[in-house]
């Protein structure tokens, strides 16, 4: 079976009728053939939390002497510098991405070896409806923190041991299966056991900013602390809460053999699965532990599985959740340091937090209506995913799901046979189901221009091979080599020209907004960093009737700042018109690039100046309206 944008493959005519009613927002776009070569050869999932967990540490530089790095980062390039695609290799590369997402984003991660872990199991009074729980007790410095968990067994489909669907729960459940915000038929149908995990055992979910130190996970480890802190030991919530789900799964592991009774789970056949900040959550959980067999980490949005550095660079401000307007209970105070524009030098990115998660299986989707989930930047990091997993010849292990005309963490009956199909796969065996997913509704989006550059020489500059343009929100770049010097307490200057290149127009009128130019510089100590020029706002340019000219004229800046970092070479120059989102949350009001004339295309072109040399667009960027 697959399952796609695209013509499907093996697919029964009535599954596909009933994507094409139910998923009106998945229409036609390009594949990605799916690699599945080396599917015979390489683990479904592993016996231990870490198997790499003696690799060695890489040495990561300081935030100032990082490299800005625009598209994703390479996964396959070490942090030594070398560059190493073969699956042979991954154990200690993954090792390499979870050390920089624990010291960058999220804080550390505790392995535990130094806590006392017991469990027990006590199952359902015969005869009641009721389910059975899973009690497990970490100790610690003389603290305790106790996971209970309802257990739902399926009687009915004999002794077991089962497979089981791991739910991040808010609020648990007195009975029955917690299918999460899965469609409930996919596990009730099937020999699934579940398991809730009790996030707010470990530490309790707030919206706003809090204390936590009083949570039982920081409690444990009182040199760590959620949030901004003061010190170096900063682990947010999302490591508490991996913590926590790695030590439910030792209490799976211990009940499943005690003396009477014992937990009838199938410990290689586990899943977790959560949606939204639960999402988050669930792809943190089985990235950063191997014996989790299935993640289903379900409209997740910013933090989860879209891109940090893409949601910024093709969406407006405030539009998505971006590194500056996350919550900083859930992630660690460190990350800060890459909002706005400081976000190109953080050296991984999503695409790589989900590829952590191989060679075991993912599934993950989005939403389009709710534009704050950043649906196009899920796309762009689940295609690059794919690319890692298809590299590795397991591609029908990643899928993704991006879809609409739903409440937030609902599905429609369409997407049902999708998530079945990892379901059966990787949960109960069934390896010859296809779980070729890739539903999307973006035809022409270009997400290959993100990856382009991975696989160059170790010195080969990471840069996009075109500019970004989608109907009047763009991002330009200047392609030829720079001779821009740019010293500390200099003025420097950037600015945009528009033309309507129709050979006879009407007079218009034309602007753009949320526009700016950035300036990436490395300076002569080996640090870089972006300078920033903001573009005004509400000024507009009449364009006089049948007139092909650039307004205003080349040479007319609108706007500069002070360099005040650093003397340096100016290595990248990028303007970008994203428009402005209308109220948080929501997408532009309009787009980057405007026109009262709709029917002609408009160009652009920009340029900067420092030192008194100027650098400008080779041609122009023509904007169709009509697309």
Same mark, same amino acid.
């Given at each position: ?24 927002? @998945? ?23 870490? &198997?790499?967990?003696?690799?060695? @540490? ?137 398991? =809730? ?220 046979? @999708? ?133 205003? =004229? ?36 309009? &787009? ?36």
């Amino acid at each position: 079976m697959r399952i796609s944008a695209g013509k499907p493959r093996f697919l029964k005519t009535s599954l596909w009728l009933t994507i094409l009613l139910f998923a009106p927002a @998945a229409v036609s776009s390009a594949l990605a053939q799916e690699n599945t070569s080396s599917d015979s050869t390489i683990p479904l999932v592993y016996s231990a939390e870490n &198997t790499g967990a003696k690799s060695p @540490a890489p040495n990561f530089p300081d935030f100032a002497q990082l490299p800005i790095i625009r598209p994703l980062p390479d996964p396959f390039r070490f942090a030594d510098g070398t560059r190493n695609t073969s699956f042979s290799s991954w154990e200690r590369r993954r090792n390499e991405i979870k050390a920089a997402i624990e010291k960058y984003e999220i804080g550390p991660k505790p392995d535990c070896t130094d806590c006392t872990t017991t469990a027990s199991y006590a199952p359902p009074p015969a005869g009641s409806n009721t389910d059975g729980v899973l009690t497990v007790v970490v100790t610690r410095n003389g603290k305790t923190l106790t996971l209970t968990s309802n257990v739902y067994i399926p009687q009915e489909a004999g002794s077991g041991p089962f497979p089981a669907l791991i739910t991040m729960t808010f609020r648990p459940r007195s009975s029955g299966p917690d299918t999460a915000t899965l469609p409930a038929s996919v596990i009730t149908s099937r020999p699934i056991a579940t398991i =809730e995990f009790n996030h707010n055992q470990v530490t309790s979910l707030s919206f706003g900013h809090q204390g936590h130190s009083s949570d039982p996970f920081y409690q444990l480890y009182p040199n760590l602390c959620a949030g901004t802190c003061t010190g170096a030991s900063n682990s947010g919530q999302y490591a508490a809460w991996s913590w926590g789900v790695s030590r439910l799964i030792d209490g799976i592991e211990i009940a499943t053999r005690q003396a009477s009774n014992p937990l009838p789970i199938d410990i290689r056949h586990l899943a977790v699965a959560g949606c939204s900040y639960a999402g988050k959550m669930a792809l943190f959980a089985g990235a950063f532990d191997e014996r989790i067999a299935l993640t289903i980490a379900q409209e997740n949005g910013g933090g989860g599985a879209p891109s940090w550095r893409v949601s910024h660079e093709i969406e407006a401000d405030d539009s998505v959740e971006d590194i500056h307007d996350t919550s900083y209970d859930w992630f660690g105070g460190q990350m800060r340091q890459f909002a706005e524009n400081n976000v190109y030098k953080l050296p991984e990115d999503h695409d790589e937090l989900m590829a952590m998660v191989a060679p075991r299986a993912l599934l993950e989707t989005g939403n389009t209506d709710y534009y704050w989930l950043s649906n196009r930047s899920n796309y762009i990091s689940a295609r690059a995913t794919q690319k890692i997993f298809n590299t590795f010849g397991i591609g029908d292990r990643f899928g993704f799901y991006v879809d609409g005309k739903h409440k937030h963490c609902s599905t429609l009956p369409a997407e049902a046979p @999708a998530i079945a199909a990892f379901v059966d796969k990787f949960l109960l065996g069934k390896m010859s189901v296809d779980s070729d997913v890739e539903v999307n509704p973006y035809p022409n989006l270009d997400y290959s221009r993100w990856t382009a550059w991975w696989g160059g020489e170790p010195n080969h500059d990471p840069k996009f091979p075109d500019d970004w343009n989608t109907g009047g929100s763009v991002v330009m770049s200047l392609k030829r080599r720079l001779h821009l010097h740019v010293s500390s307490n200099q003025v420097v200057h950037g600015g945009y020209q528009l033309a309507i290149s129709g050979k006879s127009h009407p007079a218009a009128t034309v602007a753009a907004s949320g526009a700016s130019v950035q300036l990436d510089i490395r300076c002569s100590d080996g640090s870089s960093y972006t300078l920033t020029i903001p573009m005004p706002e509400n000024q507009t340019y009449p364009i006089p009737a049948n007139n092909r000219s650039f307004f205003p =004229e080349r040479g007319a800046f609108q706007g500069s700042t002070t360099a005040a970092q650093c003397n340096g070479v100016v290595e990248g120059a990028y303007f970008s018109a994203l428009g402005v989102a209308k109220t948080r949350a929501n997408p532009p009001a309009e &787009t980057g690039l405007t026109t009262t004339d709709m029917h002609d295309p408009l160009e652009t072109r920009f340029a900067c100046s420092a030192g008194g040399t100027a650098a400008a667009s080779e041609s122009p960027l023509t904007v169709n309206f009509q697309q």
